[in-house]
């Protein structure tokens, strides 16, 4: 799968807690950083290339810190947007196996950056040091227009042995990876000796199998795809093969000598009925060898597997036949069967008529490829009486001319309809050479004789079974708002796309965290409008808590800090379902209040006497706090009186038992650090709330006091 999604795999991952790898160079400034990593990202894709993936989250807070990006200007360079080391966890399902979540999505879920920028960023900020890299290659797709990709999905294979077929072990491969480098890590896998000749076989179905016989083709080219059971089998010592072929020469012709056809020609033989039973050849009704022929390669070299065992039902209704999935096809198998079941058509491919009609000229046509291909596909579904068909030429041939379906991820089953209807048009338009042709006007004529005139002037440029089964006319009437003039045109038609109606609301899921400290932070399940604003959550939530939506501040919460504090105008589409959101109740702010959050570190050291370090742990708080004339002691005191269902107080004749804190008010858009030690230490930073624009605060203090805590939450959850 590509950047657009697909099934999960190994990626290199650790959890949020590992200690980080520490960057090896000096850090230079950041306008330095900016600029060297900026020209790094404009680096073109070229095949063959590594490149890495970085979590989003990490990613735009890097941005902010270096001012990569014009509104980020303002506070470069501040402590409290420091990134820390690299932290791709937010990327993995499981953070053991370090595998990769389904359907990640480029520049939403995660950056592409080349190996330099990598490298440089790892040297400057390191990495978590339990999380591999996570490098991929970039690959070519298209057989005309070549189109480089990075492969963020490599294909996840079941590999296993002829002879031991429950024994399955599964292996990660790219695209690009050929039928040989599979075979090697097989043989490696399975210690089979290196004088012992081998071959491949696909496995789709429980007696459904198909020979692999090229090794230099690629696995995209053999259409491999996630899931895919591949079986090896040694050849026997008397020269025969466990897995014998009927065809006669396949006791003693290596397998790599084996040739097929790209698709199933209209003049010869659609399949070759010799049965076969587990190897064997017998007379034993059950499977057929569907072994494609041509009189001639067409395509320049081109070849794909058509090969294949079909499980026959003898007494199967014609037509009643399945589509295997190859793999994320199920947009094109749908497609396909509707199709096919347009009657008229399918009789017209049937009863080859298309043969006389195929136009290989037209330069807006696919050279009759495709409709070739379409019509050994109805042929296989209509006339074999097998019980499913891989349409696995089909697609390949597709995918020669519309690049865009010729990799394995989720396609829209409209756009191949569309695609193929066109296509088969232009494949078989009995026009050769197209007309000129001036339109004309209504004028006020009947729309009987006007819609004829459209239609006898469609029918001029384009001719085939196509128009004659789908094609038909729009009346479209236009009025000059100026001289009312109108002006009636029908307009020729092959398909209607009408809209699916859309939901109007959105369900989130919030924390609303109340101002009672004693209060458990709940979690509610919120009714919005789809493109309401923060102020319509806020509204929605106060019918179901009660108190007003002016007292809340809506954040997004990740990685132990706010990501983002929301404005009340703020759209909520900039709110992603898998974001952490939490509502905080605060007093309004005014001209002597202000909101300020609150992170919570740890202190800790790895050796005695060794330095200390700190990390986030925890959910943040807002704590509603005077704007001026605000000291340690009474931000201290609010601090514990805060989180006190999380700590014991106790008191202390000893003034050294006081933690030291610091509270600074910084722009409204970003926040700082605050934390917590032994015996909670905290050290406050600021952000503003969206509400308290340019207010700042300050103040610190070392000195004595009778105040103590610790802290009984280590883990951030608020659960009572």
């Known amino acids: 799968m590509m950047a657009e999604g697909g099934g999960p795999e190994s990626g290199g991952a650790a959890d949020t807690d590992s200690e980080p790898v520490a960057a090896q160079m000096p850090t230079p400034s950041t306008d330095s950083q900016k600029q060297s990593i900026g020209s790094l990202l404009k680096t073109t894709l070229r095949k063959g290339d590594e490149w890495y993936l970085i979590d989003s989250r990490w990613f735009k807070q890097w941005k902010k810190y270096v001012g990569f990006d014009s509104w980020d200007m303002y506070n470069v360079g501040e402590r409290s947007l420091y990134p820390g080391p690299i932290d791709n966890s937010g990327l993995f399902s499981d953070q053991e196996t370090q595998t990769l979540k389904e359907h990640l999505i480029d520049e939403l879920d995660y950056v592409l950056v080349p190996t330099e920028a990598w490298h440089k960023l790892v040297s400057w900020y390191g990495c978590l040091n339990s999380q591999r890299p996570i490098v991929r290659k970039v690959v070519e797709h298209g057989m005309f227009v070549k189109n480089c990709k990075v492969e963020v999905y490599l294909l996840e294979l079941s590999l296993c042995e002829n002879d031991n077929m429950n024994n399955v072990v599964t292996r990660h491969f790219s695209k690009a990876d050929t039928i040989d480098t599979i075979e090697k890590e097989m043989r490696t896998l399975f210690n089979i000796p290196s004088e012992k000749e081998t071959r491949l076989w696909n496995k789709y179905m429980s007696n459904t199998y198909e020979q692999l016989n090229k090794p230099d083709s690629t696995v995209q080219d053999a259409g491999l795809f996630q899931g895919q059971v591949l079986v090896i089998e040694w050849k026997n010592e008397d020269g025969t093969w466990p897995r014998q072929a009927s065809h006669p020469k396949s006791s003693t012709t290596p397998s790599r000598n084996f040739t097929t056809s790209p698709k199933l020609s209209s003049n010869t033989a659609a399949s070759i009925s010799s049965t076969v039973t587990n190897g064997d050849s017998s007379c034993s009704p059950g499977y057929t060898l569907n072994n494609s022929t041509s009189s001639g390669n067409r395509l320049g070299g081109y070849s794909s597997y058509s090969s294949s065992y079909n499980y026959r039902e003898s007494q199967s209704q014609p037509g009643l036949c399945g589509l295997s999935n190859l793999g994320n096809t199920c947009f094109m198998n749908s497609a396909l069967q509707c199709l096919s079941n347009a009657s008229s058509l399918t009789e017209y491919f ?56 010729s990799g394995y991820q989720q396609q829209d089953s409209q756009e191949l309809l569309a695609f193929l209807l066109d296509g088969l048009h232009e494949d078989l338009n009995r026009v050769k050479k197209k007309p000129y042709l001036a339109l004309r006007d209504a004028e006020g004529r009947p729309d009987e004789i006007v819609a004829k005139e459209a239609w006898t ?231 503003c709330s969206p509400l308290s624009d340019g207010a700042s605060c300050s103040a610190s203090s070392s000195n004595g006091s009778n105040h103590s805590g610790n802290c009984n939450e280590t883990n951030g959850l608020y659960d009572g």
């Open 350 to 405: 049937l009863n080859d008529q298309y043969e006389a009609e195929i136009n290989r000229e037209n330069p807006l046509g696919m050279r009759g490829e495709i409709a070739e291909a379409y019509a050994d596909l109805v042929k296989q579904m209509w006339l074999s009486h097998s019980s499913y068909v891989a349409p696995r030429t089909f697609k390949t041939q597709v995918g020669r001319f519309a690049p865009q379906f």
């Open 457 to 687: 002037n469609h029918r001029l440029r384009n001719d085939s079974v196509i128009v004659d089964i789908f094609h038909g006319l729009f009346k479209s009437t236009l009025v000059c708002p100026e001289c009312s003039k109108v002006s009636v045109t029908f307009d020729p038609f092959c398909y209607l796309t009408l809209p699916l109606p859309m939901k109007k609301d959105r369900t989130m899921e919030v924390f609303l965290v109340r101002s009672d400290p004693q209060s458990r932070p709940t979690q509610y399940r919120v009714v919005v409008p789809k493109l309401g604003t923060v102020a319509d959550l806020c509204s929605a939530l106060s019918k179901l808590c009660g108190f007003p939506p002016e007292n809340m501040v809506v954040a997004d919460v990740y990685n132990h800090r706010f990501h983002k504090i929301y404005k009340r105008d703020d759209g909520l589409n900039q709110i992603m379902e898998k974001d952490d959101i939490f509502v905080y109740e605060v007093q309004e702010e005014d001209s002597e209040r202000m909101s300020l959050p609150v992170y919570f570190r740890q202190r800790h050291s790895k050796h005695a006497g060794s330095s200390t370090s700190t990390m986030l742990f925890g959910q943040p708080l807002l704590i509603t706090v005077p704007k001026h004339h605000l000291m340690a002691d009474t931000l201290y005191d609010k601090v514990i009186e805060r989180i006190g269902r999380y700590v014991k107080h106790s008191q202390s004749p000893n003034s050294e038992s006081r933690a030291s804190a610091s509270a600074t008010s910084a722009s409204c858009s970003h926040t700082t650090d605050c934390s917590s030690s032994s015996s909670f230490n905290a050290s406050l930073g600021g952000c």
